[in-house]
T-cell receptor, first 113, second 114 residues
């Protein structure tokens, strides 16, 4: 479901450490998941996606894990850099329709130099 | 460079005024979307269009209108009927709808009330 809160969850990590950002999704029928990165004052940028027939997918410095049993998605960022500071949010596609993509409220990642 | 261009970056609306937000894409995408982003909330769908001359209401269409006369353009009008228009508005496009394809976003327009 959608969050009605005004404050985003925040994650602070030391530069060079690994970051793990979590997302719970609500519909067991969702078959496609996407992570976006949004920097202040900008639009979301695609990071990585995963389909429901996979448990793990790796990109450059990022890994997405999907646990369908508990409806949980995570984004792991290796060797976090100051440029990784942003809001990260997941999106789930609940069906083959243009209006069925649901976006989470996001997590604010702050990297400490 | 292919991408989505939104303009203006900042927009101010007076009481009773309609304002139009521009969205242009040169990605040759069929589908285009408008979202509203409020602090601490996920993106909410206002309108979407799968093809030229066709568009559908999203979850929060009241007080908004759109047109899709050209494939590359999907302007959003915030009418005076929208009583709480202050928000960050994002336009997006995708290859053939949102199913199994990521959406590409513009850099948004921030609308405020004078």
């Amino acid at each position: 479901g959608e969050s009605v809160g005004l404050h985003l969850p925040t994650l602070s990590v030391q530069e060079g450490d690994n970051s793990i950002i979590n997302c719970a999704y609500s519909n067991s029928a969702s078959d496609y998941f996407i992570w976006y990165k949004q920097e202040s004052g900008k639009g979301p940028q695609f990071i990585i996606d995963i389909r429901s027939n996979m448990d793990k997918r790796q990109g450059q410095r990022v890994t997405v894990l999907l646990n369908k049993t508990v409806k949980h998605l995570s984004l792991q960022i290796a060797a976090t850099q100051p440029g990784d500071s942003a809001v990260y949010f997941c999106a789930e596609n609940r069906g083959a329709s243009y209006d069925k993509v649901i976006f989470g409220p996001g997590t604010s990642l702050s990297v400490i130099p | 460079d292919g991408g989505i261009t939104q303009s203006p970056k900042y927009l101010f609306r007076k009481e009773g005024q309609n304002v139009t937000l521009s969205c242009e894409q040169n990605l040759n995408h069929d589908a285009m979307y408008w979202y509203r982003q409020d602090p601490g909330q996920g993106l909410r769908l206002i309108y979407y269009s799968q093809i030229v001359n066709d568009f559908q209401k999203g979850d929060i269409a009241e007080g908004y209108s759109v047109s899709r006369e050209k494939k590359e353009s999907f302007p959003l009008t915030v009418t005076s009927a929208q009583k709480n228009p202050t928000a960050f508005y994002l336009c997006a496009s995708s290859i053939a709808g949102a199913s199994n394809q990521p959406q590409h976003f513009g850099d948004g327009t921030r609308l405020s009330i004078l």
